[in-house]
């Protein structure tokens, strides 16, 4: 139940005039007014009545729906708080490993540590530098 555009409005009060005509159209504009403003007197006492009945039922509920409120802006003020922590722990995982894969650039290749491959085939070990 939405609200209604201005085409259709303007095509139901096209049928209302041609069904009823211009010689009784005032008598039902009449007669539907009064059974609206009815209608909202009885929907009116019947929300008055409601709460009335489940007023202090209504205000546990209200009661409970802020606490509600409550929670979800705690766990979305965490989840924040989560998500800014997951970026800064990638960008720093990023930088560790850019620093790792990275050789310096003064550094030669060749040097670094000995291994056993690096032994003479006689089994003699190259003096370090």
């Known amino acids: ?5 201005f085409s259709e409005i303007l ?7 041609v069904v009823f005509g ?3 159209l ?10 609206v403003g009815k209608l909202r007197e009885a929907t009116g006492f019947l929300t008055e009545q409601l709460e009335r009945e489940l007023g202090p039922e209504m205000a546990a509920v209200r009661d409970l729906d802020r606490q509600i409120e409550g929670v979800k802006d705690d766990l979305s003020r965490g989840l924040r708080r989560l998500t800014t922590l997951e970026e800064a722990a990638a960008e720093a995982q990023e930088d560790v490993a850019a620093s790792t894969t990275e050789p310096d650039a003064g550094a030669d290749p060749a040097e670094g540590p000995l291994t056993v491959f690096d032994a003479d085939p006689d089994g ?3 003096p370090s530098p």
């Not at 139940?1 to 555009?5: H, I, Q």
């Not at 008598?27 to 059974?35: H, S």
């Open 1 to 5: 139940m939405g609200s209604f555009s």
């Open 11 to 17: 095509v139901i009060v096209f049928v209302i005039l």
């Open 22 to 24: 211009p010689d009784r």
């Open 26 to 35: 005032p008598e039902f504009a009449r007669r539907t007014g009064a059974f």
């Open 124 to 126: 003699e070990v190259p």
